[in-house]
């Protein structure tokens, strides 16, 4: 009853501190600590409520989830109904936005797709590659209508003029991949729609085409370029109207405006956003927020008043102003308004994902603010006043009350999970190579790394560490790892000497847990099953088998009750002895067909590297109850 109690309180203590981390606009905070508030069994309505008010926010309306390779493109048609997508292999998705659902995968390309446009009546799309090709596509059908060839190097932009009648094209050095010169052709090509006949050629530029715009009136192209700044070209006679002249890190993105009065460019690495009027050149102003990497994308709100602009975040500002008007704290490689309205935008981005994104509220989505990477690892520090979170390479700690970023720090490896110690002063974080690192939480300063130095023996070196638990005295840790590297993948250390004191031979551990007595642990394992450890003695107590996936978390309820959670979607409790454990589904794996098992050693045995010593806190030994009865 008390283990129930100190649950339920947790749980309303993470769902009041979610509310809060919402009301400040982080919402992914928000989200992770709700989620934690709901993982014990039967939630109560509060935590409940608060993972239902932060799903639902203002911010990401939808996450279309497809793409196996970095998102470089989208486009959205006419009338707002679906969106285009074109990723690094060379695959363009059709979406519904209003449902999600995927309604097409166009295939033709051998290389990226930079770029997409649809046709006025949004039932055709040209789609331009790095493979030096167009593609003209119907999209009610899926076919290739025509490809279109003469470019001799890629094609970085396409855009498909408001009449419907031509077709605009840019290649060159490619200047997001900082390889400028190396192309050739530096030029911009003008075709007919329906007949994919090359009209015009332009060779005027000393290096790569970034991107183009028509002018409303399909008589003019807005050129953006690396060396020779933006500028607008006549297409009936080839002349340039206007050059307002080249800057020094080059332009990446350029779009008129729907009215024809203001031409919007986003600089490269010069990260600014300028706003030009169409007819003089002269500069109108700039956008309040400076970006802090280089500018990918840029585009303009159907009614020519808003603008967003992409790098390692996303703004909106005001083009009269130049106001911010939100800021975004997730990257983005492709921009497309969605029309008539402009409240919503598809974001394309090189984490494989498509966003749809609700502009109206200026609501956050990530609210890390140098992070490109998803939040894996979140941990909720004892006393309830802080938070640490973590992506790929930065481990941040988080004020609850103020909801501000108290610190973050660059970790030498890749991340994954992350723990408080029982006092709060130190956190553990699990990383790739094998590591699993100590922190000083109150200052973020690496103490020490827990790896092998060749004296001993740690986790194998090409391992992911999964998971990390500290022993509740919090003198010692257990962790956990996998990978294809045969070796110890679950170790418990002495976090003084930063030493292995038991060496656990497993298969790969995906999830564990301390029981809160600090005498057993669970170890959740690829191969489905969950194995229960005496920590005192090494003793492998019990194997339970039932899950037909990996196992990525396990947690103790109590002393002697667990419940374990697995990619097969299934949740499986169980309690001390009362009923029988859960059978082995058919083609499970099992632990006893090792191939590298040693002679006369049961399945799921121990290596102790010493004797454990007697941890500060260990209650008076006795017999440890079995968490089940054996079948």
Same mark, same amino acid.
């Given at each position: 009853?008390?283990?129930?109690?100190?649950?339920?309180?947790?749980?309303?203590?993470?769902?009041?501190? #979610?509310?809060?981390?919402?009301?400040?606009? @982080?919402?992914?905070?928000?989200?992770?600590?709700?989620?934690?508030?709901?993982?014990?069994?039967?939630?109560? !309505?509060?935590?409940?409520?608060?993972?239902?008010?932060?799903?639902?926010?203002?911010?990401?309306?939808?996450?279309?989830?497809?793409?196996?390779?970095?998102?470089?493109?989208?486009?959205?048609?006419?009338? &707002?109904?679906?969106?285009?997508?074109?990723?690094?292999?060379?695959?363009?998705?059709?979406?519904?936005?209003?449902?999600?659902?995927?309604?097409?995968?166009?295939?033709?390309?051998?290389?990226?797709?930079?770029?997409?446009? =649809?046709?006025? %009546?949004?039932?055709?799309?040209?789609?331009?590659?790095?493979?030096?090709?167009?593609?003209?596509?119907?999209?009610?059908?899926?076919?290739?209508?025509?490809?279109?060839?003469?470019?001799?190097?890629?094609?970085?932009?396409?855009?498909?003029?408001?009449?419907?009648?031509?077709?605009?094209?840019?290649?060159?050095?490619?200047?997001?991949?900082?390889?400028?010169?190396?192309?050739?052709? @530096?030029?911009? /090509?003008?075709?007919?729609?329906?007949?994919?006949?090359?009209?015009?050629?332009?060779?005027?530029?000393? %290096?790569?085409?970034?991107?183009?715009?028509?002018?409303?009136?399909?008589?003019?192209?807005?050129?953006?370029?690396?060396?020779?700044?933006?500028?607008?070209?006549?297409?009936?006679?080839?002349?340039?109207?206007?050059?307002?002249?080249?800057?020094?890190? !080059?332009?990446?993105?350029?779009?008129?405006?729907?009215?024809?009065?203001?031409?919007?460019?986003?600089?490269?690495?010069?990260?600014?956003?300028?706003?030009?009027?169409?007819?003089?050149?002269?500069?109108?102003?700039?956008?309040?927020?400076?970006?802090?990497?280089?500018?990918?994308?840029? $585009?303009?709100?159907?009614?020519?008043?808003?603008?967003?602009?992409?790098?390692?975040?996303?703004?909106?500002?005001?083009?009269?102003?130049?106001?911010?008007?939100?800021? =975004?704290?997730?990257? $983005?490689?492709?921009?497309?308004?969605?029309?008539?309205? &402009?409240?919503?935008?598809?974001?394309?981005?090189?984490?494989?994902?498509?966003?749809?994104?609700?502009?109206?509220?200026?609501?956050?989505? #990530?609210?890390?603010?140098?992070?490109?990477?998803?939040?894996?690892?979140?941990?909720?520090?004892?006393?309830?006043?802080?938070?640490?979170?973590?992506? =790929?390479?930065?481990?941040?700690?988080?004020?609850?009350?103020?909801?501000?970023?108290?610190?973050?720090?660059?970790?030498?490896? @890749?991340?994954?999970?992350?723990?408080?110690?029982? @006092?709060?002063?130190?956190?553990?974080?699990?990383?790739?190579?094998?590591?699993?690192?100590?922190?000083?939480? $109150?200052?973020?300063?690496?103490?020490? /790394?827990?790896?092998?130095? !060749?004296? =001993?023996?740690?986790?194998?070196?090409?391992?992911?560490?999964?998971?990390?638990?500290?022993?509740?005295?919090?003198?010692?840790?257990?962790?956990?790892?996998?990978?294809?590297?045969?070796?110890?993948?679950?170790?418990?250390?002495?976090?003084?000497?930063?030493?292995?004191?038991?060496?656990?031979?497993?298969?790969?551990?995906?999830?564990?847990?301390?029981?809160?007595? !600090?005498?057993?642990?669970?170890?959740?394992?690829?191969?489905?099953?969950?194995?229960?450890?005496?920590?005192?003695? &090494?003793?492998?107590?019990?194997?339970?088998?039932?899950?037909?996936?990996?196992?990525?978390?396990?947690?103790?309820?109590?002393?002697?009750?667990?419940?374990?959670?697995?990619?097969?979607?299934?949740?499986?409790?169980?309690?001390?002895?009362?009923?029988?454990?859960? $059978?082995?589904?058919?083609?499970?794996?099992?632990?006893?067909?090792?191939?590298?098992?040693?002679?006369?050693?049961?399945?799921?045995?121990?290596?102790?590297? +010493?004797?454990?010593?007697?941890?500060?806190?260990?209650?008076? +030994? /006795?017999?440890?109850?079995?968490?089940?009865?054996?079948?």
């Amino acid at each position: 009853m008390q283990a129930r109690q100190a649950q339920v309180s947790q749980s309303l203590a993470l769902a009041a501190q #979610s509310r809060l981390a919402l009301q400040a606009d @982080n919402l992914d905070l928000a989200l992770a600590l709700a989620m934690e508030a709901v993982r014990i069994p039967d939630p109560p !309505g509060q935590a409940q409520m608060a993972l239902s008010e932060a799903a639902y926010a203002p911010g990401t309306m939808r996450l279309f989830l497809g793409h196996e390779a970095a998102v470089w493109s989208v486009a959205v048609s006419p009338d &707002g109904r679906y969106g285009l997508s074109g990723d690094a292999d060379g695959v363009i998705f059709l979406w519904n936005l209003e449902t999600g659902e995927p309604l097409r995968r166009l295939e033709g390309h051998t290389d990226r797709v930079d770029s997409l446009a =649809f046709t006025p %009546d949004g039932r055709q799309a040209v789609s331009a590659s790095q493979d030096k090709t167009l593609i003209h596509w119907d999209l009610e059908t899926g076919q290739v209508i025509r490809q279109m060839s003469g470019h001799e190097s890629g094609i970085n932009t396409v855009a498909v003029s408001p009449d419907g009648l031509q077709v605009a094209s840019g290649s060159g050095g490619n200047y997001i991949e900082d390889q400028a010169g190396i192309a050739k052709d @530096n030029s911009v /090509r003008l075709w007919d729609l329906h007949s994919g006949e090359e009209m015009r050629r332009f060779d005027i530029f000393s %290096d790569g085409v970034t991107d183009i715009s028509f002018t409303p009136d399909s008589r003019s192209l807005a050129i953006a370029t690396i060396a020779d700044g933006f500028l607008i070209l006549d297409l009936e006679t080839g002349k340039v109207l206007l050059r307002p002249g080249a800057t020094e890190e !080059g332009i990446t993105g350029v779009v008129v405006s729907p009215d024809g009065e203001t031409v919007l460019t986003a600089g490269g690495q010069t990260s600014e956003v300028t706003s030009w009027e169409l007819q003089t050149g002269e500069i109108k102003g700039y956008m309040d927020e400076r970006h802090n990497s280089t500018l990918q994308a840029v $585009a303009v709100s159907p009614d020519s008043r808003r603008a967003l602009a992409g790098s390692n975040i996303l703004t909106e500002s005001d083009l009269e102003t130049g106001e911010l008007l939100h800021r =975004f704290n997730f990257g $983005a490689t492709a921009i497309a308004y969605r029309r008539p309205d &402009g409240v919503t935008a598809l974001i394309g981005n090189l984490d494989n994902s498509v966003r749809l994104v609700s502009l109206e509220s200026g609501a956050e989505i #990530s609210h890390l603010q140098a992070s490109e990477n998803w939040i894996i690892g979140v941990a909720y520090s004892p006393d309830g006043q802080s938070a640490l979170t973590n992506d =790929f390479g930065i481990l941040y700690q988080w004020d609850l009350e103020t909801s501000k970023e108290i610190w973050s720090k660059v970790s030498p490896s @890749n991340l994954w999970e992350i723990a408080y110690s029982p @006092n709060g002063t130190q956190a553990l974080t699990s990383e790739f190579g094998g590591v699993v690192s100590l922190w000083d939480a $109150a200052t973020g300063k690496l103490l020490k /790394r827990l790896e092998s130095d !060749g004296s =001993f023996e740690g986790h194998p070196s090409d391992d992911w560490v999964y998971d990390v638990a500290f022993h509740p005295g919090g003198k010692f840790a257990l962790t956990g790892s996998g990978g294809e590297a045969k070796g110890d993948h679950l170790i418990y250390w002495n976090l003084e000497s930063g030493k292995p004191v038991g060496l656990f031979d497993t298969f790969d551990v995906l999830g564990l847990a301390i029981s809160p007595d !600090g005498r057993t642990a669970l170890s959740g394992e690829e191969d489905g099953s969950v194995n229960w450890w005496d920590l005192e003695t &090494g003793q492998h107590l019990q194997r339970l088998e039932g899950h037909s996936g990996g196992v990525w978390d396990v947690a103790f309820v109590d002393d002697h009750t667990a419940i374990s959670a697995s990619e097969d979607a299934t949740l499986i409790p169980v309690g001390p002895g009362e009923r029988d454990c859960p $059978a082995q589904l058919p083609g499970a794996h099992r632990r006893d067909q090792r191939t590298d098992s040693q002679p006369g050693q049961a399945p799921g045995t121990v290596r102790l590297a +010493r004797r454990l010593p007697d941890p500060v806190g260990y209650p008076e +030994r /006795r017999t440890v109850a079995p968490l089940c009865r054996a079948r």
